[in-house]
């Protein structure tokens, strides 16, 4: 007989309980600009690149469009963004960072420093830790074990 799974040897939980920490941690440095942690995800998208439609930044954020219009009104709503919809494809709804939203990208370049020290970990650790998790998510679902059946 084959003892029953137990929580605490579960990679599932122990990510789920990470995200948990993760996004309390966040809460207070993303307080002082008026984001919330999905909201600061938007942001950095368009830091990054303004002027993306609203597929683009749910594509790099792996967001559907449904979660991520109300984001998009919010952010609307409190000054960080416009939308418009495009000139040469009215379907497309393109994002642009107000000067506000703009300016907001110096407020928030300590987050990930602070983030780090709330983690009692360095930038290097943290980077390692992103691309590990970046490869086994991108492999997921890729090895050719399917999912259910062990691997021989």
Not at 20 to 44: C, D, F, I, K, S
Not at 124 to 135: F, H, V, Y
Request: proline share 5%; glycine share 10%.
């Amino acid at each position: 007989m084959t003892s029953a799974p137990k929580l605490s040897d579960q990679l599932c939980f122990a990510a789920y309980s990470f995200t948990h920490a993760l996004n309390r941690a966040y809460r207070p440095l993303l307080e002082p600009l008026g984001l919330t942690y999905p909201q600061y995800l938007v942001m950095l998208v368009l830091w990054e690149a303004d002027g993306q439609t609203v597929k683009e930044i749910g594509e790099r954020l792996k967001l559907d469009s449904g979660t991520l219009t109300p984001l998009l009104k919010r952010l609307e709503t409190i000054g960080y963004v416009t939308r418009r919809r495009g000139k040469a494809d009215e379907r497309q709804v393109i994002v642009h960072l107000t000067e506000e939203g703009r300016a907001l990208s110096d407020k928030a370049a300590g987050i990930p420093v602070e983030l780090g020290c709330a983690m009692g970990a360095e930038l290097g650790e943290i980077a390692n830790l992103r691309e590990r998790l970046l490869a086994l998510r991108d492999r997921l679902g890729e090895t050719g074990c399917a999912v259910g059946e062990p691997e021989t």
